[in-house]
T-cell receptor, first 109, second 116 residues
Framework: GQNIDQPTEMTATEGAIVQINCTYQ??????LFWYQQHAGEAPTFLSY??LDGLEEKGRFSSFLSRSKGYSYLLLKELQMKDSASYLC??????????WGAGTKLIIKP | GAVVSQHPSRVICKSGTSVKIECRSL??????MFWYRQFPKQSLMLMAT?????????EQGVEKDKFLINHASLTLSTLTVTSAHPEDSSFYIC????????????FGNGTRLTVT
């Protein structure tokens, strides 16, 4: 079967670093995506990993290990505006996206 | 970057009426668009895959006669919620891929539907 898991909620301090983990199980894999979703808004694309390793994009980095079925999103120099839900999703063998429930990130001053 | 426009952003309608939501890809052609529904504090749920020039593919449990999807051109897909009921109140979001199967989804801004 297929499943995907990420923490429900995390809290971090402004200026700090936070890592949001995501684990998944699937027989077919065509990449993993991270999206940011602010309350009441649609998701916006953050990153895409299809090969193992770290992809860095400004303050945000995403890591993938296909053998472990594991990914993380790393957010540096946290800002209050980073308070949002972060959605992990993978693309299965049919190129359909399987979504996690999202991790609500709360940033405190 | 790729832009997906969705309209309206908010709609309130009375029970029993129908509501149409439009999704447009503004700067690219999308042979496939996806319609999602999201209830408060829940994950995105794929409702259907809209294919240009052919019938939509609905996910299990989604009533195709209630949620009518039309994808008449490479830049426009519409979702019509027919005979809406209060339990249809939700956040509806469309999305499309700019390129092939492996490219990321770009989302419209969503439509907040409230059925009274």
């Amino acid at each position: 079967g297929q499943n995907i898991d990420q923490p429900t909620e995390m809290t971090a301090t402004e200026g700090a670093i936070v890592q949001i983990n995501c684990t998944y199980q699937t027989s077919g894999f065509n990449g993993l995506f991270w999206y940011q979703q602010h309350a009441g808004e649609a998701p916006t694309f953050l990153s895409y990993n299809v090969l193992d390793g770290l992809e860095e994009k400004g303050r945000f980095s995403s890591f993938l290990s296909r053998s472990k079925g594991y990914s993380y999103l790393l957010l540096k120099e946290l800002q209050m505006k980073d308070s949002a839900s972060y959605l992990c999703s993978f693309m299965d063998s049919k190129f359909q996206l399987i979504w996690g429930a999202g991790t609500k990130l709360i940033i405190k001053p | 970057g790729a832009v997906v426009s969705q309209h309206p952003s908010r709609v309130i309608c009375k029970s029993g009426t129908s509501v149409k939501i439009e999704c447009r890809s503004l700067d690219f052609q999308a042979t496939t668009m996806f319609w999602y529904r999201q209830f408060p504090k829940q994950s995105l749920m794929l409702m259907a895959t809209s294919n240009e020039g052919s019938k939509a593919t609905y996910e299990q449990g989604v009533e195709k006669d209630k949620f009518l999807i039309n994808h008449a051109s490479l830049t426009l897909s519409t979702l019509t919620v027919t005979s809406a009921h209060p339990e249809d109140s939700s956040f509806y979001i469309c999305s499309a891929r700019e390129r092939g199967d492996g490219s990321p989804l770009h989302f419209g801004n969503g439509t907040r539907l409230t059925v009274t």
